[in-house]
């Protein structure tokens, strides 16, 4: 199993950019969740999703889309990149909905908005 | 809303001894979820340990211990026999009936 997979690993953007940050799993899991880390923060949640077809807000989802059509992939959508934005991201899976088992969190995404 | 606190941004310790990493929650469910998180250099999340809120006995693994405190609503870190390879961010992290919430961290430095 390749776990939970993430890409691009590194990116740079111009403010008002937009991109897709790709997250597949292959652990057949139902839950999967994106996060922000940022110094001194932590990690946060963007949106999360508890199986095809449904997904939620987290804390802060200002600024970014998710979708859901697959139990596989759980990709994150800037639409208009801005420098708060700037951050690592982490894509994570764990089996049930309310996360009450282990999270798998894929290698990260960090991303530079210019 | 459920929120966790990590009071210590940075510790040190020196190898081979024990170190005991702070984190508290606040909550007002009853059945939930603590874990700890260790994040190397190389920015990959690694479950460190998991406790149960029904469980009155603390969790263990390997050196790694946790003190439970559910009255006080505590959940520290301990290290023992301190190595090398622990030196990383560590996050506290709390799930109920939503989704996994995290302290800021506390970076743990070894010294040799």
């Known amino acids: 199993n390749a776990g939970v997979t993430q890409t691009p690993k590194f990116q740079v953007l111009k403010t008002g950019q937009s991109m897709t940050l790709q997250c597949a799993q292959d652990m057949n899991h139902e839950y999967m969740s994106w996060y922000r880390q940022d110094p001194g923060m932590g990690l946060r949640l963007i949106h999360y999703s508890v199986g095809a077809g449904i997904t939620d807000q987290g804390e802060v989802p200002n600024g970014y889309n998710v979708s859901r059509s697959t139990t596989e992939d759980f990709p994150l959508r800037l639409l208009s990149a801005a420098p708060s934005q700037t951050s690592v991201y982490f894509c994570a899976s764990s089996t049930r909905r309310q996360a009450r088992d282990e999270q798998f969190f894929g290698p990260g995404t960090r991303l530079t908005v210019l | 809303a459920q929120t966790v606190t990590q009071s210590q941004p940075e510790m040190s310790v020196q190898e081979a001894e024990t170190v005991t990493l702070s984190c508290t929650y606040d909550t007002s469910e009853s059945d939930y979820y603590l874990f700890w998180y260790k994040q190397p250099p190389s920015r990959q999340m690694i479950l460190v340990i998991r406790q149960e809120a029904y469980k009155q006995q603390n969790a263990t693994e390997n050196r790694f211990s946790v003190n439970f405190q559910k009255a006080a609503k505590s959940f520290s870190l301990k290290i023992s026999d301190s190595q090398l390879g622990d030196a990383a961010m560590y996050f506290c992290?709390?799930?109920?009936?939503?989704?996994?919430?995290f302290g800021k961290g506390t970076r743990l430095s070894v010294i040799a």
């Open positions: 992290a709390y799930s109920g009936n939503t989704p996994l919430v």
